[in-house]
């Protein structure tokens, strides 16, 4: 059976417990409350949504679980009724095969939302060892293999001086999201690929399937540590680590907890509001949530809660989603996302 979760509550395999409910569960039918999956990045701020929702409107507040945007993106398009999400939170764009599965199993439109900007933020804890970040210096120190005179092979580094003569003599310990993380994915493409591909040795390699290898894979021997969704409790752990320890995770979670923690410039470039809403940081990238038209008459409020997250009061200035960290979108694309959501316009395939 389902098991309900009150917002903002930890829960532990909740991929799981929804696949169990997948299978057990009995024909569609109303009920009482919305369902939402998805994004850790999202999280928080759907949370909010949801509590304001429910002051505002008399409406349950909606069940919100961090199961990761690969995973809700999947439990979003597994089919119709009760025991299948309603929507889902993403911390990218769903993808033409994400769409395609979707299709596949008959769920009717998808209403694509944009709702705002993030930063995929690396931060060590307040006063730690400040390290020189380099989307090169992330590859070589992050990859799985490594080439090495034409071959690759398994990474050698375990100090970051390993990787920058000019970094400090400090272990590679890095706490990230699960392969489940649209994070993780975009954290792969911005800053794996781009440094892969702007290595040396990368360009020397005859073979792209090689090149692909060495660019898009992290390493599993305990150096890059996979923490889980909720990014909370990398921040918990970077606040009591030593020495060189970083964390990722978005800009909410930094913004939220800048008295014991601080970010780290990637290629020179800070996150802030401004460099993450003009695209200059190298790890900028926009915020959606999905929602199955098909669930509208299933689940009560849908509407109103798309009215609530694109509200003046959450992503206005001074807005309470502002407050916690999101980048709000430029007024052209906000009334793009409202005319959206009031119409709900089914997305194309991307």
Not at 213 to 235: F, K, N, P, S, T
Not at 247 to 253: D, E, N, R, V
């Amino acid at each position: 059976m389902f098991r309900m979760l009150r917002i903002g509550s930890p829960a532990v395999a909740i991929a799981g417990a929804m696949v169990v409910a997948m299978v057990a569960g009995g024909p569609a039918q109303a009920r009482d409350r919305i369902r939402i999956v998805g994004s850790g990045t999202v999280f928080p701020f759907t949370s909010a949504v949801g509590d304001a929702f429910a002051r505002r409107t008399g409406f349950k507040a909606p069940v919100v679980e961090a199961t990761g945007t690969v995973a809700g993106l999947r439990l979003l398009c597994a089919g119709v009724g009760d025991r299948y999400p309603d929507l889902s939170n993403a911390s990218r764009r769903m993808t033409a095969e994400e769409f395609d599965r979707c299709a596949a199993h008959q769920i009717g439109p998808i209403v694509e939302v944009r709702i705002g900007y993030d930063g995929i933020v690396i931060a060590t804890r307040k006063g730690g060892t400040a390290l020189p970040l380099t989307s090169l210096s992330l590859w070589r120190a992050l990859s799985a293999r490594l080439p090495d005179h034409g071959f690759l092979v398994d990474n050698p580094n375990r100090r970051w001086h390993d990787v920058d003569p000019e970094a400090p003599d400090l272990p590679i310990e890095v706490l990230g999201p699960p392969p489940t993380s649209g994070t993780r994915e975009v954290f792969i493409e911005r800053v794996m690929h781009q440094g892969c591909l702007a290595a040396p040795e990368v360009q020397a390699l005859e073979s792209e399937a090689t090149r692909e290898q060495a660019c898009g894979h992290l390493r599993e021997d305990g150096v890059y540590i996979e923490a889980g969704e909720y990014y909370h409790l990398i921040v918990q752990r970077l606040a009591a680590s030593h020495g060189g320890a970083i964390g990722i995770f978005g800009f909410s979670y930094y913004d939220q907890n800048r008295t014991v923690i601080e970010a780290l410039p990637v290629d020179g470039i800070a996150p802030t509001p401004a460099t993450i809403a003009s695209g200059r940081y190298p790890l900028a990238r926009p915020l959606f949530i999905y929602v199955k038209t098909a669930h509208l008459t299933l689940a009560p409020g849908i509407r109103e809660l798309l009215g609530e997250y694109l509200s003046a009061d959450a992503v206005g200035p001074g807005g309470y989603l502002t407050e916690r960290g999101l980048i709000p979108l430029p007024d052209d694309l906000h009334a793009a996302a409202v005319a959206v959501a009031t119409s709900l316009t089914p997305m194309t395939r991307p």
